[in-house]
């Protein structure tokens, strides 16, 4: 039997070395494929992230925008696109770029196109068309518009409608319409508006001597306090006046003429146009987040429109002659006799305003479609 058992033990030598080579042989087979399966796994999880994170980043890039429309920051006639960057949302940088499409009757249409980039070999595109219903209230639809009082003068005549925020006194031909407007824009929103636009302008000192003939100016931004003086000429803007103080139209000398030619003065403190001495004549605005005493002679046609506007004071209103446009802040309206305050549609007349943005009282309601592509 001994003899048996080692015959037949001799006779499986081998046969474990077979299995083995079989197995290591099936399991080189399954680790290579498991192992490249896995690789790739981890490869497609990376780029799944990245996507996701992209994809939530160009969101939240749609997501400022629709807040910056709702708020009206950032678009007005003269700038319908504009693009920003947002940096460091989920570790991608994103380029935001909305543009006004269209206006319809109650709606305004923009398309936003928000890039979310990883780097040069990935980015994630979102594009929305956001609809927007608006009810619309602007300062150039009305003659005179306040948040708080309203005074009119018995002797003066106000042509156009009015609309007021507490009270109003004094007789009005047109519409007189008590309203709060929410979406009032703050002097800060003007400033850096109207700062962006003399970045890169000097200093015109002060004072701004006006001779016999003609003066031309702008842009500039002054630091501090602006006095202008006049010889019998005219200062003619060309760009916009920024000052960070207050403005003194002087009354030393002889009188002299500030034509406007569609520019903008804008004036942190206050602003100061007394009566007898400086003619105001051309299209323009003339904005002061202070108090404004706006009693200039008035040499405008019909065709002009002149904004005044005090963005948190009162407006001493009482101009020497017929003045065509718009006034806004706390107003007291004290014409001289035979002279009128009357209001016109715009026209084709341009202003440097952010018209569009401050048409924009409230949004009621937004309809968005997006589309993704990466």
């Known amino acids: ?138 300062f150039f639809d009305n003659a005179i518009t306040s948040n708080g009082t309203v005074e009119i003068g018995s002797n003066s005549i106000v042509n156009g409608n009015v609309t007021y925020g507490t009270s109003i006194s004094g007789t009005v031909n047109g519409t007189a319409t008590k309203e709060y407007y929410a979406n009032w824009p703050s002097c800060s929103d003007l400033a850096n508006l109207y700062l962006s636009q003399v970045q890169n302008a000097t200093d015109p000192g002060s004072p701004i001597d006006v001779g016999g003939g003609t003066v031309t100016k702008g842009p500039c931004k002054r630091n501090g306090d602006l006095h202008i003086k006049g010889k019998g000429g005219t200062l003619k803007l060309t760009g916009t006046f920024y000052v960070t103080g207050s403005l003194y139209c002087d009354q030393t000398g002889q009188g002299y003429t500030i034509n406007l030619n569609g520019q903008t003065i804008f004036v942190l403190g206050t602003a100061d146009f ?32 002149v904004f005044v506007m005090s963005v948190t004071g009162k407006v001493n209103f009482q101009p020497n002659g017929n003045f065509y446009g718009s006034v806004v802040g706390d107003v007291d309206v004290n014409l001289q006799p035979n002279n009128t305050l009357t209001w016109h549609s715009l026209g084709g007349t341009s202003l440097n305003f952010p018209i569009e943005t401050y048409r924009m009282q409230t949004v009621t309601g937004a309809m968005i479609n997006s589309w993704v592509s990466q």
């Open 1 to 138: 039997m001994k003899i048996v058992m080692n015959r037949l033990a001799r006779g499986e030598k081998g046969q474990a070395m077979i299995l083995a080579v079989v197995l290591l042989l099936v399991g080189g087979l399954i680790v290579s494929s498991l192992l490249s399966y896995m690789g790739n796994g981890l490869f497609n999880g990376r780029v799944y992230e990245r996507g996701t994170a992209e994809l939530y980043a160009a969101d939240a890039g749609v997501e400022d925008a629709v807040w910056k429309i709702q708020q009206g920051i950032g678009l007005c006639p003269g700038n319908p696109s504009t693009t920003y960057n947002i940096t460091d949302v989920n570790g991608k940088s994103v380029e935001v770029t909305i543009t006004y499409v269209n206006n319809q009757t109650g709606s305004v249409t923009y398309k936003i196109t928000s890039i979310a980039t990883t780097d040069s070999n990935s980015h994630t595109t979102v594009e929305s068309y956001v609809k927007a219903n608006m009810l619309y209230n602007s």
């Open 274 to 305: 007394p009566a007898n001495h400086v003619t105001v004549t051309g299209s323009g605005c003339i904005i002061a987040c202070g108090n404004i005493n706006f009693q200039p002679g008035i040499m405008t046609n019909p065709n002009d429109f």
